[in-house]
């Protein structure tokens, strides 16, 4: 059965890695993996369980005679719900924060970003469309934030050529953005929540890194760019069915929305509890001040139905399932002691150096998937001592890492694949144009990471 398990994770993996070519979508096969592990571990549950929880099912027993039945309720209830739980706050917590931008895009309240970036000059729209989702995707789900960017982008420039230079940039801030907050990227979450890392010192040491592995990049790419874009300024988004709020009004949503986010890491350390209550929390207050600004429209029956991108509905949904399914995958690895094995092997062989880990982490993460390496790789250790304890360094390696090296590739990130599909863009293309530039900019991160390790 170990064998069977393991062999469904590489098969799995491989599919993940190969989703562009077959068409297979890597979410399906995330919630494959999950629900088929499951199903094989609790057939021979009795084997794993007198394995790793042999005393604990011995107390839940209490003299009662051992059969299949009640091994089944022993890991449904003290095995199965745990990862359940687990993968279910990362879930919420994409609900929540997807929820509050649906909410605040639906109002306009993002309308101030193509004020902004309105320009001609491809610095300028280069510069301040990369920082508005560097900053965003540190505060909201990144994919989402590069999603709805690269939505705002493809109606400004009008050049294919010229639009799939600013969109690698856009995934590429989304990606660093993302990384250095607890709440910017799923993994995050994760180490977060399991305690690996604390909100502010996770910040404070891969805020540097991650600026490197975006600005380096980024100078590069507007070195491709005409001096002047190619761009067509529409009128604003009609609104007029779906929301009539003023310029302040909409100040007051944003500041709710993103300043209660910002709240988030100060809620978890006063109560202790999970993230995605905070976030739900957030948008339950955001969902009553905009039902409050907007109850004219609701009382004359006058506001229509919003709608988000289809692109970004989608994505959303994809994303969350995506998670869920490798979570639960994770979860019978660790209970049938496969991926206690595998740790083991890998920490061997690269003779314990978790830089090297690290970076051969983020080359795998390009070609499988940023969120299935990573988890992978933080699933591997417990958190413990060393590098490997509260804070340890291995888990900012790993988070720095799996996040720019999926950028390495646009089949890395789900962000990467949504810009392929927006723009019909070739792998080899983006290969050919981008690869060297934004593994210049991982290199340099790192080191950044390395030197601050040392003096700070």
């Given at each position: ?49 007198m394995k ?31 990862y ?6 990362i ?11 649906e ?13 902004w ?14 920082l508005?989702t560097?900053?965003l ?6 994919l ?33 953005g ?85 709240f988030?890491p ?44 289809r ?6 949904i994809?994303q ?11 979860g019978?690895?660790t ?12 920490f061997?062989?690269?003779?314990g150096?978790?830089?090297a ?27 413990g ?11 900012l390696i ?9 950028s ?11 810009l392929?599909?927006?723009?019909h ?17 991982f ?5 950044v ?6 003096f700070?």
């Open positions: 059965m170990v064998l069977i398990i393991v062999f469904m994770l590489v098969f799995g993996y491989l599919l993940i890695a190969t989703g562009h070519l077959t068409g297979v979508n890597k979410a399906a096969i995330a919630m494959f993996i999950g629900t088929i592990g499951w199903i094989v571990y609790v057939c021979w549950g009795a084997d794993f369980v790793l929880h042999a005393q604990e099912y011995l107390e839940f027993l209490n003299g009662r005679e051992a059969t299949s039945e009640t091994v089944k309720y022993y890991i449904y209830d003290n095995v199965f719900l745990k359940v739980g687990k993968a279910a706050a879930v919420m917590f994409l609900v929540a924060t997807m929820s509050i931008i909410i605040l895009n639906n109002n306009g309240c993002f309308d101030f970003i193509r004020e970036i309105r320009t001609r000059n491809s610095k300028r729209l280069l510069w301040t469309i990369t508005a560097f900053i995707s540190a505060n909201l789900d990144n989402t934030t590069a999603t709805m960017m690269l939505v705002v982008m493809h109606d400004i420039v009008k050049n294919r050529m010229q639009r799939m230079l600013v969109g690698s940039a856009i995934v590429l801030a989304a990606n660093a993302g990384c250095f907050t607890v709440i910017g990227d799923p993994l995050g979450l994760i180490l977060w929540g399991d305690e690996a890392v604390t909100a502010t010192h996770f910040s404070g040491y891969l805020f540097l890194p991650a600026m490197a592995a975006w600005v380096i990049p980024t100078i590069l790419i507007n070195r491709q760019l005409p001096d002047r874009l190619d761009t067509e300024w529409g009128a604003a988004p009609y609104r007029g069915n779906d929301t009539r709020l003023n310029r302040w009004q909409r100040v007051v949503m944003l500041f709710v929305g993103i300043g209660g986010l910002w988030i100060t809620f978890r350390n006063i109560t202790k509890l999970s993230p995605f209550l905070g976030a739900l929390c957030v948008l339950s207050v955001l969902w009553v001040v905009n039902e409050a600004f907007n109850r004219k429209l609701m009382q004359a029956d006058q506001m229509a139905q919003s709608r988000v991108p692109a970004l509905q989608y994505g959303a994809q969350m399932l995506f998670v869920m399914g490798i979570m639960l995958g994770m019978v690895l209970e049938s002691g496969v991926l206690g094995d595998i740790a083991q092997w890998c061997a062989f690269f003779q150096n978790v830089w880990m690290g970076f051969s982490s983020g080359l795998l993460s390009s070609v499988i998937d940023t969120f299935t390496v990573s988890v992978t790789n933080v699933s591997f250790f417990p958190v001592e060393g590098v490997f304890a509260t804070n340890g360094i291995y888990w790993i988070a720095f890492s799996t996040a720019i090296g999926g390495l590739l646009s089949v890395g990130s789900t962000s990467g694949i949504a392929m599909q927006m723009e863009m070739r792998l080899g293309w983006y290969f050919k144009n981008l690869t060297w530039k934004v593994m210049l900019g290199v340099i991160g790192l080191v990471l390395y030197l601050e390790m040392l700070l």
